[in-house]
């Protein structure tokens, strides 16, 4: 029997729900739900990089994998006909006839991971059979159960899947019994993946591997260099790193997230990509001042004078229902709904802080209706005579009408997921939502 992707029954009653407003079926949610995209995006860092020079070192470095792996046909490798600064790889098309018999397993995360061509490291194995040397092919797993323990020496007997097959690079020794150190490095260098999607190396600062939502959204935000642009939820800081590229790091650009530890991951991918952004760590939802209060330079930081900026992106924290693939997810629907009362929360600030004339993003990685057009239903009435939904800049995903929402608000907003009838490839990326608004 396949093994449940949603553990909570009221979770999966919840699901069933929600897409059955979207005319789709559970099953035909969680089949699309449990694979990856058979596509792989990479966003160039223009502020150094050509989109001509990074598709000629990824392709080069294709053709090596090519040669490493034994394949005779190489991923398409091309650039993103849409997004200027997106490069597409496509995925490699060769199967296995058998698992090797040596079987490493890793928890469900790890193996989504890996079925979207991440590398075995070492700090996600949790079994590895006693006496398997390493440089052996060995077959990785992801133990659907959640219940294989860190260090199991033995063949795990529990539901798992099969996510890929590769080299072994380091022993039990080096991944289990060194007290003192964590381990770090790859476990298994991996060689093939259930889906055909395998890593390809690329130098630190070129690029980052973005789905191509993400992307998007920055591209519907429109920074020009010199503008005022604020990211209010901006941790890991892909999305801040992509606004410094548009901008060509001209104008300011200020990311906020909640903790010191979130923005020193901001500054450490701006600075890795060399964009120039201020981090602040402070609650956005907080992040305005009253009309009575002295006025403040945005350098200082939050919060800040209402009006204040041409741009703002809301990707706003949620359920992230729509990351694939998803092996296993035992999120509770209580947890499901705590989101839009916080989401509506921040965009109430987004409101007040952006210029008249301004643009807002708002976008998620979740598909329920309630985190989406729930949240532009709501902003549009709280805010009417303030705030008008806008068309996408560019629309790449068809329209998806729902039930009980007006198909004006379906018609502006991008709903990207497993849609009854799309063809786009587009379609075939994780499920994400993205609605643009201008200030009256
Ligand atoms: C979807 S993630 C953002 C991903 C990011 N934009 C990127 O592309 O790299 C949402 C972020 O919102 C942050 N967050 C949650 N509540 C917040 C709040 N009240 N104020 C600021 N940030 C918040 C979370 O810490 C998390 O890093």
Not at 293 to 310: L, R
Request: glycine share 6%.
């Amino acid at each position: 029997m396949e093994a449940l992707v949603f553990t909570d029954n009221s979770t999966v009653e919840f699901i069933k729900q929600e897409n059955e407003k979207m005319g789709l079926s559970y099953e035909d949610f969680v089949s699309w739900i449990r694979e990856p995209p058979n596509y792989t995006t990479f966003r160039v860092n223009t502020l150094h990089y050509t989109v001509k020079d990074a598709l000629q070192l990824i392709s080069e470095n294709v053709a090596k994998t090519a040669i490493q792996i034994n394949a005779t046909r190489c991923p398409e490798v091309y650039i993103n006909k849409d997004f200027p600064d997106v490069i597409n790889v496509g995925s490699w098309d060769f199967s296995i006839n058998d698992a090797p018999s040596d079987e490493v397993v890793v928890d469900a995360f790890c193996g989504a991971a890996i079925l979207r061509g991440s590398h075995l490291f070492a700090p996600g194995v949790l079994a590895l059979p006693k006496g398997t040397a390493v440089g052996q092919q060995v077959a990785v797993y992801a133990d659907l159960d959640g219940k294989c323990l860190q260090g199991t020496a033995t063949k795990y007997k529990g539901n798992k899947m099969l996510v890929g097959t590769g080299i072994l690079e380091l022993d039990r020794e080096k991944l289990f019994n060194n007290i003192a150190e964590k381990p770090k490095g790859i476990a298994v260098r991996m060689t093939w993946t259930r889906k055909g999607i395998l890593s390809f190396d690329y130098p630190i600062g070129m690029g980052q591997l973005q789905n191509l939502p993400s992307s998007a959204a920055s591209w519907e935000l429109n920074p020009l260099p010199g503008d005022l642009v604020l990211d209010m939820c901006a941790s890991p800081g892909n999305k801040t790193s992509h606004l410094a590229a548009l901008m060509n790091n001209e104008g300011v650009l200020v990311a906020i997230d909640r903790t010191e530890k979130k923005c020193n991951v901001i500054r450490e991918t701006c600075d890795s990509f060399q964009a120039k952004c201020l981090a602040f760590c402070y609650d956005s939802s907080k992040s305005v001042l009253e009309d009575d209060e002295p006025k403040k330079k945005i350098e200082d930081g939050p919060p800040f004078n209402q009006n204040s900026f041409d741009k703002i992106l809301l990707d706003a924290p949620c359920s992230a229902l729509g990351q694939r693939p998803q092996l296993l997810n035992k999120i509770s629907v209580k947890q499901i709904k705590s989101n839009p009362s916080l989401q509506k929360r921040i965009f109430k600030a987004a409101v007040k802080l952006l210029k008249p004339k301004g643009t807002l993003v708002y976008c998620t990685c979740s598909t329920t209706l309630e985190e989406n057009e729930g949240v532009v239903q709501w902003a549009l009435q709280e805010f009417q005579g303030v705030l008008a939904q806008a068309e996408a800049r560019k629309r790449i995903t068809p329209v998806v009408l729902l039930k009980n929402v007006p198909e004006d608000i379906c018609a502006k907003v991008q709903r990207f997921g497993p849609q009854v009838g799309s063809v786009s490839e587009y379609c075939d990326s994780i499920g994400f939502f993205i609605s643009r608004f201008v200030k009256i």
